[in-house]
């Protein structure tokens, strides 16, 4: 059996970011740091990718998106254009969880930490994601770059590969601040 071509992406925080690899094998990796437009920049980023690289959306086994915890819309982003694009393609979408793809990178003996707002961080603690002061966490892991995310992602997607799991999810660690409006929805008129 050939190792599977898988293209990872993520837009859980201020970036967009994808990879595309073999197996083990990293064909190239890219990121780009950006506030706000990773939805209108994704889908052109992923093409470039795979251009890149003489490749066509056919020739994927998989798809990896990172899953969480971080922004809430580029969470939302991220996941709904792995389901959408797995549906079209007919191939698996794994979903990656930023623990997940950070343990690959940090090193041995440090905290893996992922900003949050307000001087805060989310942490695992006893298998459970956590919101954490940052001045409590000890030995915090160097954050990787944009790039290196999303290598990790699609390592990681690579690693569990053919293995079948659901559809990707958020991780949402804390509820997103804004709110559905309270007001009662209009009567539907027959």
Same mark, same amino acid.
């Given at each position: 059996m050939t190792a599977p071509?898988i293209l990872?992406?993520?837009?859980?925080?201020?970036?967009?970011?994808?990879?595309?690899?073999?197996g083990?094998?990293?064909?190239?990796?890219v990121g780009?740091?950006?506030?706000?437009g990773q939805?209108?920049?994704?889908?052109?980023?992923?093409e470039e990718?795979?251009n890149?690289?003489?490749?066509?959306?056919?020739?994927l086994?998989?798809?990896?998106?990172?899953?969480?915890?971080?922004?809430?819309?580029?969470?939302?982003i991220?996941?709904?254009?792995a389901?959408?694009?797995?549906l079209?393609l007919?191939c698996?979408?794994?979903g990656?969880t930023g623990?997940?793809a950070?343990?690959?990178?940090?090193?041995?003996g440090?905290?893996v930490?992922i900003?949050?707002?307000r001087?805060t961080a989310?942490?695992?603690?006893?298998g459970?994601?956590?919101?954490? !002061?940052? /001045?409590?966490?000890?030995?915090?892991? &160097?954050?990787p *770059? +944009? #790039?290196?995310? =999303?290598t990790?992602i699609? @390592?990681?997607a690579?690693?569990?590969?053919?293995?079948e799991?659901? !559809?990707? /999810?958020p991780l949402y660690?804390r509820? &997103?601040?804004a *709110? +559905? #409006?309270?007001? =009662?929805?209009?009567p539907? @008129?027959?």
């Amino acid at each position: 059996m050939t190792a599977p071509l898988i293209l990872g992406f993520d837009t859980s925080a201020a970036h967009c970011a994808a990879a595309l690899v073999r197996g083990d094998t990293v064909l190239v990796a890219v990121g780009e740091e950006m506030a706000r437009g990773q939805a209108e920049r994704l889908m052109g980023l992923l093409e470039e990718v795979l251009n890149g690289q003489g490749m066509t959306w056919a020739d994927l086994d998989a798809l990896a998106v990172g899953t969480g915890p971080g922004n809430f819309t580029g969470i939302r982003i991220g996941v709904s254009a792995a389901r959408g694009l797995a549906l079209g393609l007919g191939c698996p979408a794994y979903g990656v969880t930023g623990f997940e793809a950070r343990t690959r990178l940090a090193p041995d003996g440090t905290t893996v930490a992922i900003p949050a707002p307000r001087d805060t961080a989310y942490v695992t603690e006893s298998g459970k994601a956590q919101l954490r !002061p940052v /001045a409590e966490v000890s030995n915090p892991a &160097p954050h990787p *770059a +944009p #790039a290196e995310l =999303a290598t990790a992602i699609a @390592l990681h997607a690579a690693s569990v590969w053919p293995t079948e799991t659901p !559809p990707p /999810a958020p991780l949402y660690v804390r509820q &997103p601040d804004a *709110a +559905p #409006a309270r007001d =009662a929805p209009p009567p539907i @008129l027959p």
